[in-house]
């Protein structure tokens, strides 16, 4: 493991984590970490509770490990993510890795948060619709219908 990649970083750290062999398309994996908790986040990536893309991964018989740690907030690691530049930050990837994040362009992460905030008040609504009274009861009425019958049946049975 590199000795850089176990840094720990005040305002969190989003780190780097190479997947050997690759799984599908899938080469590395990010994720950040709150101050303080780095090691106790990748403890919590060996478990049945850690990222889906970490537990295919063992389950196909591959491994893992931490190549990477940039300081950053959610935010850093989302922009890493969009970057789509995670192998140019690998050093098992690349033989001159980055060292360090790229700055933040406002404009696009005000852009990504307005975006990002409407499909949530989308979904918000979608869920809200979907969850009225008439539509639970329409959608449940055959199956209690049929419930109904099946017990009219049996207690007639049993007398």
């Known amino acids: 493991m ?34 303080g908790c780095l090691r106790h986040r990748l403890a919590e990536h060996h478990t049945s509770s850690g990222p889906r893309l970490l537990r295919v991964q063992k389950a196909a018989g591959g491994s893992w490990h931490l190549v990477a740690t940039f300081p950053g907030t959610r935010s850093t ?17 690349t033989p001159r890795p980055r060292t360090e994040m790229p700055a933040v362009d406002p404009v696009k992460a ?19 619709v979907a969850e009225t009274p008439e539509q639970t009861d329409a959608y449940w009425a055959p199956a209690d219908e049929a419930v109904a019958k099946l017990r009219a049946s049996t207690s007639k049975e049993s007398r």
Not at 77 to 93: H, I, N, T, Y
Not at 113 to 128: C, D, G, I
């Open 2 to 35: 590199n000795p850089q990649a176990l840094l720990e970083y005040i305002e969190g750290t989003v780190y780097v984590v190479h997947l050997d062999p690759r799984y599908r398309r899938a080469r590395h994996y990010v994720g950040h970490a709150d101050p």
């Open 77 to 93: 690691e989302r922009q890493l993510k969009d970057g789509q530049a995670v192998p140019s930050f690998c050093p098992d990837c």
């Open 110 to 128: 005000a852009a990504r948060n307005v975006r990002r905030a409407a499909r949530t008040e989308a979904w918000k609504r979608l869920q809200a």
